[in-house]
């Protein structure tokens, strides 16, 4: 394959991978009124009167019995409990992940659940611990916050890292440019990664994210504009030829392509 052909091949790649961000950044963006809405709801409903016939918006703890539970350990399915009602009814519900409390259920245990809108939407096992069930309310818009951010920022330069170069094929300094470009996106999708990471460690509120992610998008797109500006110029370009050293007669070094007299 040739060079132009590899160039070539190099930015359709690029050009989807940004496509591929962006539509997945936006979808993202998107559930995060929802997710921040549905949260919002859950945590203002009152508990229940009494036991709701019909799917409602109070919350209701039902006593259940673990009939079975299996962790899945090793395996693509998710976690899954099947628990009985007082009247032998049983109940499945499904988990994101096996701790704390599905990887500790046995049969016969004595359970908790927190119903809401029809669904066990949280598991509470005799010791007092909770886990919520994959039909919870909280979908953690932390994570899609950080999720868009990151491709809708990387996917944009990446876009336009690819473009750049269709409109002026051939010309190195602006091949260079793009390239530039292309890579401080990357950087600046990473900043929002180990943001949303260093939220989700520390407890950190939702509005933390754009406020450290921020700061350090603007110093990249500092930079990035800095480095863009300085490939255009040629001052990234490395023309200079190889100087080679060559013993002279008298032992002396002297510089191959330097002029002497």
Known sequence: MGSGEHKAVQTVVWLLIAVVALVMGVVTAFEVRGALEREREFRA???CASVPVKASGCLWEQK???????AHRGERASPEAELLLPSGKPWEVTFQQTDPVVSEMEPGDKVVGL?????????RDAGGRRQETSSGPLEWP????GG????????????????WPLFVPGNRRHAAAAA???RHGVGMGVAAILTLWAQAANDWPLWAIPAIWGPLALLLLASMVAF?????RGDLDDDAPPTHVVGG???TATGAGSGHS
Do not use: Q
């Open 45 to 47: 409903a009152p508990a």
């Open 64 to 70: 259940f019995t673990v009939r079975k539970a299996d």
């Open 115 to 123: 119903i809401w809108h029809g669904h066990v939407v949280e598991v």
């Open 142 to 145: 932390e994570d899609r916050l």
């Open 148 to 163: 868009a951010l990151a491709c809708i920022s990387f996917g944009l330069t990446a876009l336009v890292g690819g473009l």
């Open 180 to 182: 530039t470009v292309r």
């Open 228 to 232: 863009a500006i300085a490939a255009l």
């Open 249 to 251: 007669p008298d032992g």
